[in-house]
C-alpha cells in the first residue's frame, strides 16, 4: 500500500479519535466508549484489507 493510500485510509480515523481523546468535555468513561466505537471499525477495515492484499496479521507471523 502506498503512503497516500495509508494516509486515506487511516488519517479520518486518527484525526476522529484524537479529537475524542482531547476533548476535555467527556469524561473518562464516555471518551474511552467513544474511542472503541471509532477504533473497532477502523481496524476491522484495516484487518479486511490486509487480508484482502494476502499480508498476514502481527499475531500470525510466527
Not at 14 to 31: Q, S
Not at 38 to 43: E, H, K, N, R, S
Not at 51 to 56: A, D, L, M, T, Y
Request: glycine content about 4%.
Amino acid at each position: 500500500m502506498a503512503i497516500a493510500e495509508l494516509r486515506d485510509a487511516h488519517g479520518a480515523p486518527l484525526t476522529a479519535l484524537l479529537g475524542v481523546l482531547r476533548d476535555r468535555t467527556l469524561d473518562d468513561a464516555n471518551a474511552r466508549t467513544r474511542a472503541v466505537d471509532l477504533t473497532v471499525p477502523a481496524l476491522t477495515e484495516l484487518r479486511s484489507a490486509r487480508r484482502h492484499i494476502g499480508q498476514p496479521h502481527s499475531r500470525n507471523r510466527y
